[in-house]
Every structure is written in C-alpha cells, then in structure tokens.
C-alpha cells in the first residue's frame, strides 16, 4: 500500500506561483512513477504532468506547458509540481498519483493510489 500526501496548494493572484509537493510512504518510491491531476467544480479529473522513475522523463498537459515543472527527490520520497503564470482557469483541486509501474501514464488508469488533494486557486 502507498499513502500520498499533498501540501502547497492555496490562494494566489492570476501570475502568481505556487509548489506543491507530495510526500509518499509505504513502497519503493524510486520504482514509481508519479503523476498530478487535478479537479476543477463540475468538471472531469484531468491529467497534468507526470514523471517516471528516474526524474528523466516528463509529460505535460497542453495546457500548463511551459508554466509547470513536475520534479521528484528520491531520496526524499518527494514528488513537486512548480506552477508559475498562474491563471484563474487552474483553479481546481490538485491530486498526487503514484503507479506500480517505472514508467509514466497520462491517463488515470496508469495509476494506482491517490492522495487527498489540495486546493489551489489562482483569483483574477
């Protein structure tokens, strides 16, 4: 079993910046792969960026290209996503996921625990 923890999220004017961070327990983080999702009101769970194993591959959603950088520290059982440029359309609750597998997914099926979520908005 894996537990995922998320903090950073918060309140913060359109261009602004936010890191989360997602601390993991409980397997072999370093043979995870890691993702972030994230949930805005009435709308489906969608894919944000993703890492696999070693940190030497990432994967990013159009729409956060550019402004995103998804990182992990394996010796810290860490997984971060840097957010600059914030607009208000990234306002949403965001979710750590971790896979069994070494290789990064951009869909939710690649992945096999969730974290609780953390709320970011990013006000106009």
């Known amino acids: 079993q894996v537990q995922l923890v998320e903090s950073g999220g918060g309140l913060v004017q359109a261009g602004g910046s936010l890191r989360l961070s997602c601390v993991a327990s409980g397997r072999t983080f370093s043979r995870q792969a890691m993702g972030w999702f994230r949930q805005a009101p009435g709308k489906e769970r969608e894919f944000v960026a993703a890492?696999?194993?070693?940190?030497?591959?990432?994967y990013y959603a159009d729409s956060v290209k550019g402004r995103f950088t998804i990182s992990r520290d394996n010796a810290k059982n860490t997984v971060y996503l840097q957010m600059n440029v914030l607009k208000p359309e990234d306002t949403a609750v965001y979710y750590c996921?971790?896979?069994?597998?070494?290789?990064?997914?951009?869909?939710?099926?690649?992945?096999?625990?969730w974290g609780q979520g953390t709320q970011v908005t990013a006000a106009s």
């Open positions: 890492i696999n194993w070693s940190g030497a591959s990432t």
């Open positions: 996921a971790a896979s069994r597998f070494v290789t990064a997914a951009q869909s939710m099926q690649g992945y096999h625990y």
